[in-house]
């Protein structure tokens, strides 16, 4: 059992350009979650899923974009990084909204 | 919408307890409790599930007093283990959204 998954660890962007984080878990969770953490400070939901094909927008949506085509994936699209962006990322994943959620390791993101 | 938590950081000493509150603008139908270490991810330690829950592993539990609308964390007789960020969690308004709180730093000293 991988549990949740994320890749890639670290990247360096330049401003302008765009990048996919990847995540899968292997638990058949339903819902998934992306956290932004930026230094210091707490974990604000980008987006969410309840299940394949279903996806919302948390507090931080704008900048970002996501999809839900299988069970184990929920990728995040950064289009047009910018500086505000530079933040570490984490995806999480839960069986239901009662059930602890499990992280993968994040993505620490550097937009320049 | 994200729970508030109070103290905002925390200085003990090994053996010293401590108390770390979340409370919520909004009712409260479950609360997670997580640690996240310098670097890592955030770790599981708890869910409470009804209002008067109480739960307790090794030296920390934690209470849920839905009609107030906050839970409290308790560490007892800390440890250097117990070093990090502590954040509280629940659902958001819609019942699928999961927020956490605004995190306790909490650091033992020998």
């Known amino acids: 059992n991988a549990g949740v998954t994320q890749t890639p660890k670290f990247r360096i962007l330049k401003i302008g350009q765009s990048m996919t984080l990847q995540c899968t878990q292997d638990?058949?969770?339903?819902?998934m979650y992306w956290y932004r953490q930026d230094p210091g400070m707490g974990l604000k939901l980008i987006y969410y899923?309840?299940?394949?094909?279903?996806?919302d927008k948390g507090e931080v949506p704008n900048g970002y974009n996501v999809s839900r085509s299988t069970t184990e994936d929920f990728p995040l699209r950064l289009e047009l990084a910018a500086p505000s962006q530079t933040s570490v990322y984490f995806c999480?994943?839960?069986?239901?909204?009662?059930?602890?959620?499990?992280f993968g390791n994040g993505t620490r993101l550097t937009v320049t | 919408q994200q729970p508030v938590q109070s103290p905002q950081a925390v200085i003990l000493r090994e053996g010293e307890d401590a108390v770390i509150n979340c409370s919520s603008s909004?009712?409260?139908?479950?609360v997670h409790w997580y640690r996240q270490k310098h670097g890592e991810a955030p770790v599981f330690l708890m869910i409470?599930?009804?209002?008067?829950e109480q739960k307790g592993h090794d030296k920390i539990s934690a209470s849920f007093n839905e009609k107030k609308q906050q839970s409290s964390l308790y560490l007892t007789a800390s440890q250097l283990s117990y070093s990090g960020t502590y954040f509280c969690?629940?659902?958001?308004?819609?019942?699928?959204?999961?927020?956490f709180g605004t995190g306790t730093s909490l650091t033992v000293i020998p």
């Open positions: 999480a994943s839960s069986y239901s909204i009662d059930s602890p959620l499990h």
């Open positions: 638990m058949n969770h339903n819902y």
């Open positions: 899923s309840v299940g394949a094909g279903i996806t």
């Open positions: 909004k009712a409260l139908y479950s």
């Open positions: 409470l599930l009804k209002g008067g």
């Open positions: 969690g629940t659902e958001g308004r819609t019942g699928n959204q999961f927020y």
